[in-house]
């Protein structure tokens, strides 16, 4: 859902759109409060998890992140978004989390507890 791009197309964006801090992407990634992954030898980062007006992340994802990222990594986490998820009736994380906030939450929480054992 939206699509991706990678990492230096993203900051391109940023610089285009006049963004004041360019390093502000860099540390996203870096505390985890963007989902960023490697494929094929390039990082890349989806853009639901962007507000394309503001220029950040969406803030109602952070919870969910902090949530999975103890257990997931990158990939894991842009996969779970991406599969639809039994917790919430089989709708896909990604297109629940702006509708139903509650739920996904709930999801993340039933998903970290399975993963950690």
């Known amino acids: 859902s939206g699509g991706l791009a990678r990492v230096h197309e993203v900051a391109d964006r940023f610089h285009e759109c ?3 801090d360019p390093s502000r992407l860099d540390q996203w990634i870096e505390r985890r409060e963007v989902i960023c992954f490697h494929w094929r030898e390039q990082a890349w980062l989806p ?3 962007f507000n394309r007006f503001e220029l950040a992340p969406h803030r109602q994802l952070q919870p969910v992140f902090a949530e999975l990222n103890p257990v997931f990594d990158g ?3 842009g996969t779970w978004f991406a599969r639809p998820n039994a917790w919430l009736g ?6 629940a989390v702006m509708a139903d906030l509650p739920a ?6 039933a998903d970290r507890f399975i993963a950690c054992g």
């Open 90 to 95: 089989d709708r896909l994380p990604v297109h």
């Open 18 to 20: 006049g963004s004041p």
């Open 47 to 49: 853009w639901f998890q």
């Open 104 to 109: 996904v939450l709930d999801a993340a929480r």
């Open 75 to 77: 990939w894991e986490l």
